[in-house]
């Protein structure tokens, strides 16, 4: 069964530092992953997708890396925000089975 | 691009109630629907996945007879919550998929349950 897990859980930073976000799994046979973002009480905002075949994807100020073999994924988000501050939500896909989603690291960055 | 319409986003009502929750795909076929509860500080859970035309298959623990979902058409799903209770207060999440197609799922914004 996959399992995702996301670390940190809670992570506070000032303004304008670079941050690295973690999400592990543990059945590397992934059709893709995704990294949402979700405000309190919203539902749920894409970020970036990345195929199993690919090794990362970058949107703007964020990063996300793949690397399938080891299960483990990293979103970068440089020259962080206060408007950056929500919980952001690694989930993965295994092709036609619903997407596994970890915990979540909730994300605050002080102005 | 495409979007996922859920309504309402907010709904409190007595213990005892039925309710309705309503996910509609805006702008392409949604062969698959997915419905997902959320505690507060938690991760989704899915709940139960909907093939258009066919019965829901639900995930261990969840009470069909308790969440009624229906995929009658390929734009629209609904989540009834029968009888609810205040245990059943949560935030609940469908999102919609093509199979027929390369696109990730796309989500509603969700409903918030307060049950009395």
């Known amino acids: 069964k996959q399992e995702v897990t996301q670390i940190p859980a809670a992570l506070s930073v000032p303004e304008g530092e670079n941050l690295v976000l973690n999400c592990s799994f543990t059945?590397?046979?992934?059709?893709?992953l995704q990294w949402f973002r979700q405000d309190p009480g919203k539902g749920l905002t894409s970020l970036l997708l990345i195929q199993s075949s690919q090794r990362e994807q970058t949107s703007g100020r964020l990063n996300a890396s793949l690397d399938k073999s080891s299960g483990r994924s990293t979103l970068y988000i440089a020259a962080s925000q206060p408007g950056d501050s929500a919980t952001y939500l690694c989930?993965?896909?295994?092709?036609?089975?619903?997407?596994?989603f970890g915990k979540g690291t909730r994300l605050s960055v002080i102005a | 691009g495409a979007v996922v319409s859920q309504h309402p986003s907010w709904v409190i009502c007595k213990s005892g109630t039925s309710v309705k929750i309503e996910c509609r795909s805006l702008d392409f076929q949604a062969t698959t629907m997915f419905w997902y509860r959320q505690f507060p500080k938690q991760s989704l859970m899915l709940m139960a996945t909907s093939n258009e035309g066919s019965k829901a298959t639900y995930e261990q623990g969840v009470e069909k007879d308790k969440f009624l979902i229906n995929h009658a058409s390929l734009t629209l799903s609904t989540l009834t919550v029968t009888s609810a209770h205040p245990e059943d207060s949560s935030f609940y999440i469908c999102?919609?998929?093509?199979?027929?197609?390369?696109?990730?799922?796309?989500f509603g914004d969700g409903t918030r349950l307060s049950i009395l």
């Open positions: 999102s919609a998929d093509n199979r027929h197609s390369n696109q990730p799922q796309h």
């Open positions: 989930a993965v896909s295994s092709g036609n089975t619903p997407l596994v």
């Open positions: 059945d590397s046979a992934i059709y893709n």
